[in-house]
């Protein structure tokens, strides 16, 4: 009998090699690509909500239910029969406790599991691409500014120049068409020589700065707030997707206005009237205190619920033409939670007298977190398609 | 492995088999936790790749970390038969383990169910379902993983719809009806032969195509695979994989209750009349026995659920005491858990283990029924019906490919959860490729219909 023995106990060949693979972490990865791919069918709706975003991540978590391979089952009775086991009468009463957990079951059978809740991770970076591809969001134009800033290329040859850009199979073509005419001479000599030459060209700006302004008055409540917050935070994915550098300004306003930092700009809330020309003469004292719009794109994105106080319509229309002269895009959300005014405010007709003049310009009211994806679309679809703000200077 | 465990291993077959065991050779294998686990979630130790193990396998997981389970053994019946040790296993839980699995092995070559799906699935099924599993590692090399995951998308969603009455390899439905009726000596065919005796009336061989399916067919897996029309024979494939894996998990679930009580009780009896085991080993292996066949956790005075361990151990006990023992061998193999529970749970027992019925409602408030046996019987095999799952049939394939599936809901006493039907429907029309109509009826119990596409 001994020597039919031979794997008692002990392990076999193929134990060695069980720690190594796992085919259950196999099949778990697979089904974290499934919730992976169904988040990402519905991501607009699932990242629409504000609390996606966790200051300044690159990731951002979603909670999401474990995915259920289905089977037929029988409606869920209103009454549920059983059988238990224990100290317990006839006519006893009690309340479910936590649903029991079966033991490690072999084949089909308990399959009622508790509901687990899993977090996934997602880089913001793969989020934006997989929206702009659903969304068919076109890609943004870097504008060519009245660009100051230059590049030299090269361009052309001549016969004179530095050793250093002497191109020697040029040269070496020039005396081979110069030996086919008779009596030439047979080696090189300085007319056949070729210098490469370099021109300056104009560079494409890639530095953007993007102002968010933000009217935090006493009609604006958190929940505007919020809303303005989650869609400030998608415009600036999407144009980090088109500049190399990307610069962000916060201007908040009441009666007067502030530049702030990034976390505080959320923060802040002020009591008092609406003065949007304040806001605005603010972000154009910032250009041209720091800013020359030769190098770099200018946007502005305003979020307000539109109550400019009527006094200062004309002042708030001259500071927002004069930004808009020199922008690449000045968008306008409209945040009213609740009341849906459709951009009939005074802020609203400010903006839509600037889109008429043929500014690139572009308003959309925000009523609730399903409107953000809208927001994003509607603007960098107007962006795009805006009329190009100045033509670029032939060189 | 503990050392010192093998010496046991021979004392302990010769033991089982003075007292009556018969099994066959059974080879042990120590494991590390994390594969016992995936053979848990498996259900078999090499088994196909799908994403919905990989859900079961979290819910190890978790269990495992808030110390819910603990897997001392798994038995895979066959000749020789193949026993998964937990290499964490201590001294006196092998001892156990060994009597426990070596009851498992007399059962599972003497019950005539699992005798009888052997013989259809051949007692090598560890090795099939690894053969399975790397026929769909090809496919999926072959025709893409998406393809394949669609298919077994499918075939598992349907691993409950098999009907293991039938042999695993069965023929197709003859293609015509064997007796016409319609060409019975009718007035017409009595003048036809009149008229010219030569033709000979009956000479004309008029043969009518059987309907499809002959008779509503329960067999969903099989039916799909030699049926659907337009399925390529790799996804047949797939089905025919899964379905012969149903044939081997039938009898495990089908007498999971009288299986695991006869193993408990061999172990319990092994160990007492095994004068070898030192007394330490032997107390410790008498505690973890206990564990594993109490009747509720140890915390709650009320289960609302019945330990199949502790259940099938205390109805064996009260058989061999009152019986002996060739009348419990009689029954261990006659007896499936629907006979071994109708026949064999008396009043008298029900109450000494305080079992009971309830009703629960959508609330969460929990009222216990009065006693009625029969009932109580039926409440105790209610989640084990039709291989756990509702009955759904196969009943006409209409002419352009539709498929028509009805669900027997005056067995059932309900209707189907639409949501989950609905999502079935969805994958298996991917294989089907035609439509697909579902009957059932709704809350009101009035006819329902539900298509795909």
Request: charged share 25%; proline share 5%; with cysteine.
């Amino acid at each position: 009998m001994d020597e039919e023995r031979g794997n008692r106990g002990e392990p076999s060949d193929a134990a060695q090699w069980y720690e190594l693979f796992s085919r259950g972490a196999r099949d778990w990865l697979r089904h974290d690509e499934k919730v992976r791919e169904a988040v990402r069918a519905n991501l607009p709706e699932m990242i629409a909500g504000g609390d996606v975003i966790n200051g300044g991540a690159r990731t951002v978590r979603v909670p999401v239910r474990m995915l259920e391979h289905y089977h037929f089952r029988l409606r869920r009775p209103e009454e549920q029969q059983g059988a238990g086991q224990g100290k317990a009468k006839p006519g006893d009463v009690f309340s479910a406790p936590g649903r029991e957990q079966g033991q490690g079951e072999k084949g089909p059978g308990g399959r009622d599991e508790g509901e687990v809740q899993l977090l996934l991770e997602f880089k913001i970076d793969d989020i934006v691409d997989w929206l702009w591809e659903a969304m068919k969001l076109p890609n943004l134009k870097a504008r060519v500014g009245p660009s100051e800033e230059t590049d030299w290329i090269r361009e052309g040859w001549d016969r004179h120049g530095a050793r250093s850009r002497l191109d020697r199979r040029r040269s070496f073509k020039e005396l081979v068409k110069r030996r086919a005419a008779p009596g030439a001479t047979q080696t090189f000599i300085d007319e056949d020589l070729r210098y490469r030459q370099l021109a300056r060209r104009r560079q494409p700006a890639l530095h953007a700065v993007v102002f968010f302004m933000l009217d935090v008055s006493g009609s604006m409540s958190d929940r505007d707030r919020k809303l303005a917050k989650t869609f400030f935070f998608w415009v600036v994915q999407g144009l980090r997707r088109e500049y190399r550098s990307l610069e962000t300004l916060f201007v908040a306003h009441t009666t007067e206005a502030w530049e702030f930092n990034e976390p505080d700009f959320f923060q802040v809330s002020g009591t008092g009237g609406t003065v949007a020309s304040t806001g605005l003469a603010k972000v154009r004292e910032i250009i041209d205190a720091r800013y020359n719009p030769g190098r770099c794109n200018i946007y502005l994105f305003y979020a307000s619920d539109g109550d400019n106080s009527v006094s200062d319509a004309a002042d708030a229309r001259s500071a927002l033409s004069a930004i808009a002269a020199d922008a690449c895009f000045t968008g306008y959300v409209e945040v009213s939670s609740g009341l849906s005014r459709q951009l009939a405010t005074e802020t609203g007709k400010l903006f839509a007298e600037l889109q008429a003049a043929g500014c690139a310009a572009g308003s959309y009211a925000l009523n609730d977190f399903e409107d953000v994806w809208g927001a994003v679309r509607h603007f960098f679809t107007a962006e795009a398609q805006a009329p190009e703000s100045q033509a670029p200077d032939s060189p | 492995m503990s050392e010192g465990w093998q010496s046991y291993v021979r004392r302990i077959e010769e033991l089982a088999a003075r007292s009556g065991l018969e099994f066959h050779r059974v080879d042990f294998e120590a494991v590390p936790d994390s594969f016992m686990m995936e053979i848990a979630v498996y259900g078999l130790p090499v088994r196909m790749p799908h994403w919905s193990f990989g859900v079961r396998y979290i819910y190890q997981l978790i269990q495992r970390h808030m110390g819910h389970s603990r897997l001392f053994e798994v038995v895979f019946p066959g000749n020789p038969g193949h026993a998964y040790l937990a290499a964490s296993n201590g001294l006196a839980e092998n001892i156990l383990v060994t009597a426990h699995v070596l009851g498992h092995a007399d059962f599972a070559r003497n019950n005539l169910l699992f005798r009888r799906c052997q013989e259809q699935v051949s007692e090598h099924i560890v090795e099939h379902a690894a053969n399975h599993a790397r026929q769909i590692q090809q496919a999926i090399e072959t025709h893409g993983a998406q393809r394949v995951e669609a298919a077994l998308d499918a075939a598992l969603a349907l691993e409950q719809h098999v009907d293991v009455d039938q042999p695993l390899r069965r023929e197709r439905y003859p293609e015509f009806l064997v007796d016409p009726k319609v060409l019975v000596e009718d007035q017409f065919r009595k003048r036809f032969a009149a008229l010219e005796p030569l033709a000979g009336g009956s000479a004309i061989e008029v043969k009518k195509r059987a309907p499809l399916p002959p008779h509503p067919e329960r067999d969903l897996l099989w039916f799909v695979a030699n049926y659907a029309p337009e399925m390529e024979s790799w996804e047949r494939d797939i089905f025919l994989a899964v379905r012969e894996e149903s044939f081997y998990f039938y009898p495990v679930f089908a007498t999971q209750i009288m299986n695991e009580g006869w193993a408990s009780y061999w172990h319990a009896r092994l160990l007492r009349e095994a004068d070898f085991i030192p007394q330490q080993a032997y107390l410790d292996a008498i505690k973890c026995h206990s564990d594993v066949v109490r009747p509720v956790a140890a915390e709650t005075q009320v289960a609302l659920s019945i330990n199949p361990y502790h259940l099938g151990f205390a109805m064996w006990e009260k058989i061999v005491e009152k019986n002996g023992l060739p009348a419990a061998r009689a029954i261990m193999q006659q007896d499936d858990d629907f006979s071994f529970v109708r026949n064999q749970l008396t009043r008298e027992l029900a109450d000494e283990l305080g079992l009971f019925r309830y009703s629960a409602r959508s609330d969460g408030q929990i009222k216990v029924l009065e006693q009625d046996l029969t009932a109580l019987h039926e409440a105790v095999l209610a989640p084990k019906y039709n291989f756990g799952a509702p009955i759904v049939c196969a009943s006409h394939v209409r002419n352009d490919g539709t498929l028509e599936l009805t669900h027997d809901s005056s067995v059932d006493g309900r209707g189907l959860d639409l949501e989950r039907s609905r999502k079935v429907l969805d994958y298996l029309q991917r294989v089907w490729r035609r439509p697909i109509v579902l009957t059932t009826v709704n809350q009101a119990g009035s006819a329902l219909e539900l298509t795909a596409p």
